[in-house]
């Protein structure tokens, strides 16, 4: 990303988040090239990065959203996604998700246990309607990533195993309110091995071409997001192995192609940035503290994710230093033992691959206000969340004082 950070920090202020829009044009587009001559639909998994903008940017290059709860699929109605490219996943809907993302009639439902089938009957009936599902099938594949995003076998919550599905494929085939149009697995996040992306799709395929014999027609195949990007120098699947993968495993289905990537199409496109405020020396140990912290981004603390953290126009010479925030917990850093060169008040810092699961996963620990974010396209810089201000945070509680 080439930008003037000194000008764009004055202007907003730090934390601040700050996204390449033309570098999500550029992911989004190459995937979708990677699928040409087959149908298919790019469902972005707002859960990434939710804000209103960054999903009108992908939704107007053709792109659907994939959510994971009411708030995520008006996010994605409010940000211009067409209503028949908005899937609904989540292992716990409720009733009244149910029942409004029925009523805005998106494409599909994505069921993730036989109760939840029922309680969705259930509440089409009430409303009259016949509610287009698809079902979440947990091949019992392990994917080869961090435990914690690890969603396709069977020891994890998601999904059904695949006798269950089919139970309930034949079930909701027969039933007047259910119309199963759709068969999902999503195995992980953060994917660098095809192979288990690819025997995935062969089992699921073979569920589809069982049901096709008994009659139930699956029109939309879903595989799920979780490509990998590059924080470190992590080896990716490229977008072509990827599809030529799908494209192998669903040979001779007339289906229309589904993913959902979140990470692959924002993570690279954002950054963070935060300022100095102090250097200190505890017993030789060098820490870095800076403006932002842990309820900003919130990764490296619960995953010990790695960011490339760098320090902008400082010269000198880089020792080890811990880069920690101002949050009153141990876990309060972006980066342990990062070379960087003697800070000073005010110099920034750039915590590199910050666009997915950054903000969203902010919180306001601490009351500290969440950070402004910000879009860079063709050139220019525009501001599209404000910085949070204390009276934000206190609104919904100042008149119970
Ligand atoms: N589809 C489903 C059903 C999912 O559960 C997820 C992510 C995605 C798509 C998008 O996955 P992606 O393409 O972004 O890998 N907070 C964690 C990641 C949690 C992912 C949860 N599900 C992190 O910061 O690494």
Avoid: W
């Amino acid at each position: 990303m080439k930008i003037d950070t000194k000008a764009l920090v004055e202007k907003y202020g730090t934390p601040l988040y700050v996204y390449d829009f033309d570098y999500i044009t550029n992911r989004y587009t190459t995937l979708k090239d990677a699928f040409s001559g087959k149908k298919s639909i790019i469902n972005y998994a707002v859960k990434a990065n939710s804000n209103l903008s960054v999903i009108a940017h992908l939704a107007k290059l053709g792109a659907g959203a994939d959510c994971v709860s009411i708030g995520e699929v008006n996010r994605a109605l409010t940000a211009g996604v067409d209503k028949y490219k908005i899937i609904f996943s989540g292992v716990g809907k409720r009733d009244d998700e149910i029942r409004e993302a029925l009523q805005k009639d998106i494409l599909m439902l994505n069921l993730e246990s036989e109760a939840e089938m029922k309680r969705v009957e259930l509440v089409a009936k009430e409303l009259g309607k016949e509610a287009r599902i698809s079902i979440r099938v947990n091949p019992n594949i392990d994917p080869q990533t961090h435990p914690y995003i690890s969603t396709g076998l069977h020891e994890n919550k998601f999904g059904v195993e695949i006798d269950m599905a089919k139970r309930m494929y034949i079930y909701a085939n027969k039933s007047e309110f259910l119309n199963p149009v759709g068969i999902h697995f999503h195995i992980g996040s953060q994917l660098t091995k095809l192979d288990p992306i690819r025997e995935s799709a062969q089992i699921v395929a073979d569920l589809v071409r069982s049901l096709k014999a008994i009659k139930i027609d699956i029109k939309f195949f879903d595989v799920g997001g979780g490509i990998g990007v590059v924080y470190d120098d992590e080896v990716t699947i490229a977008a072509s192995d990827y599809t030529q993968a799908i494209f192998r495993a669903t040979k001779g289905l007339d289906v229309t192609l589904l993913c959902e990537p979140g990470r692959y199409m924002v993570a690279n496109a954002g950054v963070f940035f935060t300022k100095v405020l102090y250097e200190k020396n505890n017993d030789g140990k060098r820490f870095v503290i800076v403006d932002g912290g842990m309820n900003d981004l919130i990764r490296p603390s619960l995953y010990d994710a790695y960011h490339k953290i760098e320090a902008i126009g400082v010269e000198g010479e880089k020792t080890p230093a811990d880069v920690v925030g101002p949050v009153c917990e141990s876990g309060d850093f972006f980066g342990k033992d990062v070379p960087l060169p003697p800070l000073e008040h005010n110099d920034l810092l750039v915590v590199h691959s910050a666009g997915a699961y950054g903000f969203t996963m902010a919180s306001n620990y601490n009351t500290r206000a969440k950070p402004a974010e910000v879009a860079l396209q063709d050139g220019e810089d525009r501001l599209i969340r404000e910085r949070e201000t204390y009276e934000d945070q206190v609104r919904l509680e100042l008149k119970y004082l």
